[in-house]
């Protein structure tokens, strides 16, 4: 499938409700709730079995989700702001709660699940200058000076903050 163009539109959501999917170990997409269906553009059986890159916007640096899959995998929690882009090309943040979802019998992970709402505005515009950066960084660079960039503006923070508080701390500071 080709990707869509990218388009400088914003997808207004209602903040009443949640962005839902769920998916296997290896991150296909096997639940998509309603309204993922209705913001994407895409519908159930275009998404069901793909990876979430299908909504990934080219703003979006890489190092995030490096180390979002590197959270998960350990079996950890994590929340994210993520911009993504519909089929028709606009895009829509949002907070994301990634979960894990564990087998009830031998706790070995089955799979992830994804509630994402809206955030915002202050939050965004700080975490829009920061993935600027981050992408910047990567494309000149290359992804470990776009990890190590992040890194060192965590530490700036306080010296315990990980990637996986970064979100709750960006809201405390700023
Ligand atoms: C449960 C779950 C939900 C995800 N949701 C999104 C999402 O909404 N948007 C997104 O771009 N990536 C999402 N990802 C991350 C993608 O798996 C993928 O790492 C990302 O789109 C970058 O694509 P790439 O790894 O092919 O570069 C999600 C991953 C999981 C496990």
């Given amino acids: ?28 997409i096997t639940f998509a709730n309603d309204y993922f269906i209705e913001i994407s553009g895409y519908s159930r059986e275009e998404l069901i079995g793909k990876p979430h890159s299908i909504v990934r916007h080219p703003d979006m640096p890489k190092v995030v989700f490096k180390l979002l899959w590197e959270t998960i995998k350990a079996g950890k929690n994590i929340n994210a702001v993520v911009k993504n882009m519909a089929k028709d090309g606009r895009y829509y943040w949002i907070f994301t709660e990634f979960e894990i979802r564990r087998d009830n019998d031998t706790q070995k992970i089955i799979g992830y699940h994804a509630s994402r709402k809206t955030i915002s505005k202050h939050v965004i515009e700080v975490i829009a200058k920061l993935y600027k950066k981050l992408l910047e960084i990567e494309k000149t660079q290359g992804i470990e000076a776009s990890e190590k960039y992040l890194v060192e503006f965590l530490k700036e923070k306080g010296d315990d903050i990980e990637f996986a508080d970064i979100m709750e701390e960006i809201h405390r500071f700023y």
Avoid: N, W
Avoid at 6 to 22: A, H, Y
């Fill in 1 to 28: 499938m080709t990707k869509p163009t990218p388009l400088d539109e914003e997808i207004k959501l209602d903040p009443k409700r949640s962005i839902v999917s769920e998916t296997d170990a290896k991150g296909k």
